[in-house]
């Protein structure tokens, strides 16, 4: 990761995940647990630990606070919420409200707002924070030499031998790149080195369609920068709905947004001051010019050079191999995070953890596959999902159905010209339990809120309609399928039948 020397907020950040001043403690003779990787798994797993009394050591490399605090979910967020304002900004004549000159971006303030934010949130998972909580902080980097002792050579040059009666592997996961003629000496961007952008570049070639792609790409446009993405899927959110996807790449295209889908790179070369970049596609090539190269086309699990194999833990290029319960081959080591899950987000990390706690200590049988996890995209408008998609009755083993309704039939959603999008709900067909929904629009990611405990715990989609839901208000809609619900039992026998008893009580 790249922080600024010359910037205050960057340097504030630094002495909370970092400090060049830390001191790191004795080991002690024999720790319950030693978290290897101070992300959101090792810092939840820390900090659980330690309050249930446990002897907990931690180690981190780099900056504690991991992919989220320092180059992922924060600065990206701080630089989305400035994005979305711009796009409210430049629709304020559809409101009535005239703004003068046209709505411009300062980048460089921007940047810097993101920085102050970063720096204020910093000190929630700095190392005296930590060491506050009853943690042993090391900041050096740890290599497995037995199946119950790690070696840590710290920052300082020093090395500590940490005995353990248990372990957690929660090293996370870099972005991915793939070897491709011409990239080293073109030079590229990931999300590692984003964030430390003080000038905005002319022009920007995204190579991936994922979440961070496109989230990135949205918001430098509504900066200034011509975006243009290529991506080897045939759409956007390749994970997503459809049709959700469709209505995201048709925001995207309105900002400016260009696209070059089912394309694969091919190479990169360098002309007047620009990279190129070569993509191939139905059996012919083309290429996009551009001041700077962002490659967001997945993330690669942390595990090479931390002595696996002396510890008897089994891994790939996929990460460490862990059971339902992240117990790894290593009956004393779990793993938990990107670096042990499929599901790369840091609230599935957080829930890891906490499964970790409860078979690390507890004897318990915490499942991964027991999780009904939910997910969001930050785009303008928003894509968020929970549970399953319709096209997946082979795994929830019974036929599914779904029912959708638009925004545009909401009438909060009208008032605040937010009519954009939908909601959808997945069910079982003949039992009619919730199994999964999907809501694009504005404010999605909060919407879902509902539904998580709706599909968690395994609601009938027509128990819906018995919610009742402050008016006006978008997240009514879930009421209103569960009515649609209601009404689609409605067979031509039971209306008959529902009539006469009417009828009678005349």
């Known amino acids: 990761m790249v922080l ?10 630094k002495s909370h995940v970092a400090p060049k001043d830390w001191v790191n403690p004795q080991a002690q003779s024999v720790y319950d647990l030693v978290v290897i990787g101070g992300g959101t798994a090792g810092l939840i797993t820390s900090a659980i630990a330690a309050g249930l009394g446990a002897k907990v050591a931690l180690l981190e490399r780099e900056l504690l606070g991991g992919d989220c605090l320092n180059y ?18 430049r629709r304020a004549a559809d409101y009535g409200i005239e703004t003068g000159a046209e709505t411009t971006a300062s980048f460089s303030a921007i ?3 993101m920085r102050n934010l970063r720096a204020g949130i910093g000190h929630h998972d700095g190392a005296p924070r930590f060491r506050d909580l009853g943690v042993d902080v090391f900041l050096g980097e740890g290599q497995f030499t037995a199946d119950n002792m790690v070696e840590v050579k710290l920052n300082d040059g020093n090395l500590r031998s940490l005995r353990f009666k248990r372990a957690v592997i929660a090293t996370g996961a870099k972005p991915l790149v793939f070897p491709t003629p011409g990239l080293e000496e073109a030079g590229y961007l990931t999300n590692l080195s984003l964030f430390a952008l003080t000038e905005l570049p002319k022009s920007m070639v995204v190579v991936g369609a994922g979440p961070i792609g496109v ?12 975006i243009t993405i290529v991506a080897m899927d045939p759409h956007i959110l390749p994970r997503e709905d459809p049709q959700a996807a469709a209505i995201v790449q048709a925001a995207l295209e309105k900002d400016g947004v260009k696209f070059e889908l ?13 990279k190129v970049l070569i993509f191939e596609r139905d059996g012919g090539e083309g290429e996009v010019y551009a001041e700077e190269l962002l490659v967001a086309i997945g993330r690669s699990p942390n595990v090479n050079g931390m002595g696996l194999e002396k510890a008897g833990v089994q891994f790939s290029n996929r990460g460490v191999v862990v059971d339902d319960c992240l117990r790894t081959t290593n009956s004393r080591i779990f793993a938990a995070g990107d670096v042990a899950g499929s599901f790369q987000f840091t609230h599935a990390a957080d829930a890891m953890a906490r499964i970790v706690i409860r078979n690390a200590f507890f004897f318990g049988r915490g499942k991964v596959s027991d999780l009904t996890m939910p997910w969001s995209t930050y785009t303008d408008p928003e894509v968020a999902h929970v549970g399953l998609y319709e096209t997946q009755a082979e795994e929830a083993g019974c036929e599914l159905s779904s029912l959708r309704m638009e925004f545009s039939e909401i009438d909060r959603n009208i008032l605040e010209g937010e009519k954009e999008g939908f909601a959808k709900v997945i069910f079982e067909t003949k039992s009619g339990k919730l199994r999964g929904a999907t809501a694009v629009g504005a404010h999605a990611g909060e919407l879902l809120g509902e539904m998580l405990i709706a599909v968690t ?31 689609a039992r409605l067979t031509p026998g039971v209306a008959k039948l529902l009539k006469r008893i009417i009828g009678w009580r005349r």
């Open 111 to 113: 940047m810097q707002r």
């Open 457 to 487: 715990k395994g609601m009938k989609v027509s128990e819906l309609s018995g919610i009742i839901h402050p008016y006006p208000t978008s997240v009514s809609i879930w009421g209103r399928l569960g009515d649609k619900a209601s009404g």
């Open 215 to 226: 989230e990135m790409a949205q918001a430098f446009a509504r900066f200034g920068c011509e």
């Open 4 to 13: 600024l020397e010359n910037d205050s907020a960057d340097q504030e950040l």
């Open 72 to 89: 992922g979910c924060v600065p990206s967020k701080g630089l989305l919420s400035v994005s979305k304002r711009l796009g409210m900004m």
């Open 262 to 274: 089912g394309a694969k790179m091919s190479r990169v070369e360098q002309r007047d001051g620009h």
